[in-house]
C-alpha cells in the first residue's frame, strides 16, 4: 500500500457544546484513525477569528491541525465521516 503524508486543519463550532475541547480533539482522532490513518502528530492551534464571517453569530473557530499519514482515498473518507457532524464546521486537508 502507498501511503502519503498529509496535514488537515480542522475548524471546530463549540457553540452550544459544553465538554472540554480535548474530547473533540480525540474524537477528530479516532475518525482518521478509522481512515487507515497513523498519526504522526496533533496541535491545538486555539481560538482565532476569522477574516469573512458568513455567520454573525460565529465570528472565531477553535483551529485543530492534525498530521497523518495513510492511502490516498483517506481524504475523501475523513471529510464524509465528518459531513454531518456540527461541532466540526470545516475540514481542509493537503498532501505534503
Same mark, same amino acid.
Given at each position: 500500500?502507498?501511503?502519503?503524508?498529509?496535514?488537515? $486543519?480542522?475548524?471546530?463550532?463549540?457553540? @452550544?457544546?459544553?465538554?472540554? +475541547? /480535548?474530547?473533540?480533539?480525540?474524537?477528530?482522532?479516532?475518525? %482518521?484513525?478509522?481512515?487507515?490513518?497513523?498519526?504522526?502528530?496533533?496541535?491545538?492551534?486555539?481560538?482565532?477569528?476569522?477574516?469573512?464571517? $458568513?455567520?454573525?453569530?460565529?465570528?472565531? @473557530?477553535?483551529?485543530?491541525? +492534525? /498530521?497523518?499519514?495513510?492511502?490516498?482515498?483517506?481524504?475523501? %473518507?475523513?471529510?464524509?465521516?465528518?459531513?454531518?457532524?456540527?461541532?466540526?464546521?470545516?475540514?481542509?486537508?493537503?498532501?505534503?
Amino acid at each position: 500500500m502507498n501511503n502519503k503524508k498529509y496535514k488537515a $486543519t480542522f475548524i471546530l463550532d463549540t457553540r @452550544g457544546y459544553n465538554e472540554p +475541547v /480535548e474530547t473533540l480533539i480525540e474524537k477528530i482522532k479516532g475518525v %482518521v484513525e478509522s481512515a487507515n490513518c497513523k498519526i504522526l502528530s496533533v496541535e491545538n492551534l486555539g481560538q482565532k477569528t476569522f477574516a469573512r464571517t $458568513t455567520d454573525r453569530s460565529f465570528p472565531a @473557530g477553535i483551529y485543530i491541525e +492534525v /498530521e497523518f499519514e495513510g492511502p490516498a482515498t483517506s481524504n475523501s %473518507v475523513i471529510k464524509e465521516k465528518l459531513r454531518l457532524d456540527k461541532t466540526v464546521n470545516r475540514v481542509l486537508v493537503m498532501a505534503e
